[in-house]
């Protein structure tokens, strides 16, 4: 595609459902990365893929998350038993490869957590 | 792991003024990129510089990889270059390989 697509691209849900959030990235790029971007704050580094493989999966903040990545192309992060503090901005990005190459920004998931 | 720190957390400027933001960082990387996420919160790419100046109209970028540390000048600001301004580095690290500083929130007013 032209650009890096997530959906939806915003989610409510009640609290103890589980959630799936999808990132497309561009077309032949290889490396995807997942961020957390609470109110106001900073990025927080979730997970990132080479390929289908997650070399460094360290940012997951609790077991409830986990991510996988098929043919090389889309990816689904999904939460299990939501809680209110995972209420926030997901966003997804893509690069050529994971290093030295320029990375582009979906426009995100707002989930809320209700 | 490695510290990315942006400076200042917050600017307030009038309409047409200049302004430069830095980002230092405390260890060797392999690549830099500027963004600026606009009010509705997309990414913009603004730059990827690992080193040397860069320019793209009203705004240019600085990086001394030897120094550690970026420059991303605005000048003659207008009200929609308000924002936050991140800057995000490349390290081969165990963090992932894109960490990012905590921002600049910058206020451009009319």
């Known amino acids: 595609g032209a650009g890096v697509s997530q959906s939806p691209s915003n989610k409510v849900t009640e609290k103890g459902k589980d959630v799936e959030l999808r990132c497309d990235p561009i077309?032949?790029?290889?490396?995807l990365y997942w961020y957390r971007q609470s109110l106001g704050q900073g990025l927080e580094f979730l997970i990132y893929?080479?390929?289908?493989?997650?070399?460094?999966k360290s940012g997951l903040p609790s077991d409830r998350f986990s991510a996988e990545r098929t043919g090389g192309s889309v990816s689904t992060l999904t939460i299990q038993r939501t809680q209110q503090e995972d209420s926030a901005v997901y966003l997804c990005?893509?690069?050529?490869?994971?290093?030295?190459?320029?990375?582009?920004f979906g426009q995100g998931t707002r989930l809320t957590v209700v | 792991g490695i510290q990315v720190e942006q400076s200042p957390p917050d600017l307030i400027l009038q309409e047409g003024a200049n302004s430069t933001l830095r980002c230092n960082f405390s260890?060797?990387?392999?690549?830099l990129q500027w963004f600026h996420q606009n009010p509705w919160g997309q990414l913009i790419n603004l730059f990827y510089i690992p080193s040397g100046t860069k320019q793209n109209g009203r705004l240019s970028a600085t990086t001394v990889a030897t120094e550690r540390y970026s420059l991303l000048y605005i000048s003659s600001s207008q009200t929609t270059d308000s924002g936050v301004y991140f800057c995000a580095v490349y390290y081969g690290g165990s963090q992932g390989n894109l960490i990012f500083g905590k921002g600049t929130k910058l206020s451009v007013k009319p």
């Open positions: 077309s032949g790029h290889t490396a």
């Open positions: 260890d060797s990387v392999n690549n």
């Open positions: 893929f080479q390929g289908n493989s997650a070399p460094d």
């Open positions: 990005a893509s690069s050529l490869v994971s290093e030295n190459t320029e990375a582009f």
